[in-house]
């Protein structure tokens, strides 16, 4: 008689556990659907009341995450696991995780100083990490941004901190710095009122501050112009290919010669004898 108990013991703790299993997995995939609603809700409720993306994104993953780990720990608690020794385990290999993982710790500092000091944000263009692009996502751990040829491009945000930030979208001008080369024999006054004629022709250049035009080198070939408009910084691509197109064809129509780089060979021949 102690083998159908012992069978009827067992079936009881078979269903009892399968039960326990399917509830966590319940647990499991409703608490992940939940958390990612309520981080889409304070996502939006952010954006209403004017919350910078960059700030968005960042309070947006990371309470995800948080709210994740709690997923977590309630479907192994489901399981009979209990909490408390849980946490002590989770706490305790926390500590030796961290040791291990202090690279992705200062990241994470990393991130939150990134966010608090704000050198950049979600849109700008932006040089940092040894790469360039414009920032689409700002993680916990990274910064993640789009390459001008539409490239993902994923920086750690400790790599960002520790290095040289350049914004390029920090500004809402820009200088637009070209360099127009002309021949030894060239009237000068001639080219730079060339010059001037097309950068004022230019619509998208700003009349204040004024643009730089001057002689700037007399190099091994040309004499070198600098011509330094300023531009909305949205303009700058724009009215940098526009001027460089406008100088080629005035300085054609007019004569004006545009020297490069010459090498003169000398042959001379030397009598066999």
């Known amino acids: 008689m102690e083998i159908p108990e012992n069978i009827g013991a067992l079936s009881a703790l078979l269903t009892n556990f399968a039960l326990r299993a399917m509830m966590a997995v319940v647990i499991f995939f409703v608490g992940r659907w939940a958390a990612q609603m309520f981080t889409k809700l304070a996502k939006r409720l952010m954006a209403r009341a004017d919350v910078e993306d960059t700030l968005q994104q960042f309070l947006g993953n990371l309470l995800y995450a948080l709210l994740l780990t709690f997923v977590i720990i309630a479907t192994i608690s489901q399981l009979g696991v209990q909490?408390?020794?849980?946490?002590?385990v989770l706490g305790a290999a926390g500590l030796a995780v961290g040791l291990a993982l202090q690279g992705s710790l200062s990241n994470f500092a990393a991130g939150v100083l990134l966010v608090a000091f704000r050198p950049y944000r979600v849109g700008d263009y932006i040089d940092g990490g040894g790469v360039s692009g414009t920032v689409h996502d700002m993680q916990i751990f990274t910064t993640v941004l789009r390459s001008p040829d539409n490239k993902t491009?994923?920086?750690?945000?400790?790599?960002?901190?520790?290095?040289?930030?350049?914004?390029?979208?920090?500004?809402?001008?820009?200088?637009?710095?070209?360099?127009?080369?002309?021949?030894?024999?060239?009237?000068?006054?001639?080219?730079r009122a060339i010059l001037e004629e097309i950068v004022a022709g230019e619509e998208r250049v700003l009349e204040d501050p004024g643009p730089t035009i001057a002689v700037s080198e007399l190099g091994d070939s040309s004499v070198n112009f600098i011509v330094r408009p300023w531009?909305?910084?949205?303009?700058?691509?724009?009215v940098y290919f526009a001027l460089t197109e406008q100088i080629k064809k005035r300085f054609d129509e007019e004569g004006i010669s545009i020297p490069f780089p010459q090498r003169d060979v000398h042959l001379y021949q030397h009598d066999a004898d």
């Open 153 to 191: 491009v994923i920086v750690p945000n400790s790599q960002m901190m520790n290095g040289n930030i350049v914004n390029y979208s920090a500004n809402d001008t820009r200088r637009v710095d070209l360099v127009a080369g002309c021949g030894y024999s060239d009237d000068l006054d001639k080219v």
């Open 83 to 88: 909490t408390t020794s849980l946490i002590a």
């Open 231 to 238: 531009a909305k910084t949205s303009d700058y691509w724009p």
